[in-house]
């Protein structure tokens, strides 16, 4: 039985987190309550995902919070990663399934409603959603979509949805209100001078979202 927690999805980037280092930050934000993690680094090859990729894992040990490599499916097999994410413009997720063990988590991204409904709950797990902004760590994003496009997309989808996209603190109420199960951040927590104080405020902006 396949485990995750959307809430607080955090997705790494090299960049940004390049005065603290992916590992360090994701294991701060860990600390401080993000429930997922996803290394994405778009211009590193394979063996390099594979070597962060372990250096990770170490990190998470006996944490509970499951990796996603994004795009890299070769790498999430060798790791043994708990899940890979693709977005429309990777890997089809019918044939990144069929490469990947049953128990591994599949994420793909979806930007409109018609792909929402193309989704797959026999294979997909989950959905990333967005952009619901504008951001400049995606610069050939689509059009953001807003949290009333973020909604109807949501209610199109088959599966759990994480919004993303220029998500940061004071963000959660409208993005759970559209029917998201998290938000998915990259510099609301790469980047921060204390990554571990940033994941704890949002995580604590979510719990109270929630009640």
Not at 65 to 74: A, F, G, H, Y
Not at 101 to 117: C, H, K, W
Not at 168 to 188: E, M
Request: aromatic share 2%.
């Amino acid at each position: 039985m396949k485990s995750f927690d959307l809430s607080l999805y955090l997705v790494l980037d090299p960049d940004l987190c390049r005065e603290i280092g992916m590992v360090e930050t994701a294991r701060l934000a860990v600390a401080g309550g993000t429930t997922m993690v996803q290394l994405r680094d778009k211009s590193a090859d394979t063996a390099t995902m594979i070597e962060t990729g372990r250096a990770l894992q170490l990190a998470l040990a006996g944490t509970g919070i499951p990796l996603i490599i994004n795009d890299d499916v070769e790498a999430a097999i060798v790791l043994g990663a708990e899940g890979v994410h693709v977005g429309q413009s990777d890997l089809a997720a019918a044939a990144a399934r069929r490469r990947i063990p049953d128990t591994m988590i599949l994420g793909v991204s979806v930007e409109t409603e018609e792909l929402a409904r193309q989704v797959d709950a026999g294979l997909v797990d989950y959905v990333g959603i967005g952009p619901v902004f504008a951001t400049g760590t995606k610069p050939d994003h689509k059009t953001p979509i807003g949290f009333d496009g973020l909604a109807r997309i949501v209610a199109a989808a088959p599966v759990p949805a994480v919004a993303i996209g220029g998500l940061k603190q004071g963000h959660a109420v409208p993005v759970l209100a559209a029917g998201a199960h998290g938000l998915a951040v990259v510099s609301a927590i790469c980047g921060q001078p204390d990554p571990e104080t940033a994941a704890r405020s949002l995580a604590r902006e979510i719990e109270e979202a929630r009640r």
